[in-house]
C-alpha cells in the first residue's frame, strides 16, 4: 500500500471492548501496521505521542470517558494525531460531534476490515502531507 512501506504506520486502539480491540490489533499486525491497544482512555492519554505515522482509532461509547472527551483531551494538549471514530451507535448527534471535535472518519461497528484499512492508510497518508 503507498506511503506504509518507508515506516510502519502505528495504529492506536482505544476501545473498553477486549475482543474489538484483540481483533483490531490482529487485522493491523496482518496488514503490517503497529497496534497500540488500550482498554481505557486514561492509559492512552498517558502514553500518546504525536508522529508523523500514526493514528488513533477511537470508540465512541466508553466508561470513564467517552471518545469525544478524549479527541477533546487531545485537542487541549495541542496532540495533532488522526482520529477514526467507531461506535456501535450511528446518528446524527454521534458524527456531528465526533466531527466538531476533529475526528477525520467515522466507521460504524461491525467495520469491514478492508473498509478499515483503507481508512487508515487514507488519514495516515493525508497526515503525511500536511
Avoid at 27 to 51: H, I, K, N, Q, T
Avoid at 106 to 130: C, S, T, Y
Wanted: hydrophobic share 45%.
Amino acid at each position: 500500500m503507498v506511503g506504509w512501506a518507508a515506516q510502519t504506520a502505528i495504529v492506536y486502539i482505544v476501545d473498553d471492548d477486549r475482543d474489538v480491540r484483540q481483533a483490531f490489533a490482529r487485522l493491523m499486525r496482518a496488514a503490517g501496521l503497529e497496534p497500540r491497544p488500550y482498554d481505557c482512555a486514561e492509559e492512552f492519554l498517558a502514553e500518546v505521542c504525536e508522529s508523523p505515522r500514526a493514528c488513533l482509532l477511537l470508540d465512541i461509547a466508553m466508561p470513564n470517558m467517552t471518545g469525544p472527551q478524549v479527541q477533546a483531551r487531545l485537542n487541549e494538549g495541542s496532540i495533532h494525531l488522526p482520529v477514526i471514530a467507531v461506535s456501535a451507535r450511528d446518528d446524527e448527534e454521534i458524527r456531528s460531534w465526533t466531527r466538531r471535535l476533529g475526528a477525520r472518519m467515522f466507521l460504524r461497528k461491525p467495520v469491514d476490515d478492508q473498509a478499515l484499512l483503507d481508512a487508515i492508510n487514507w488519514v495516515i497518508d493525508h497526515q503525511a502531507v500536511k
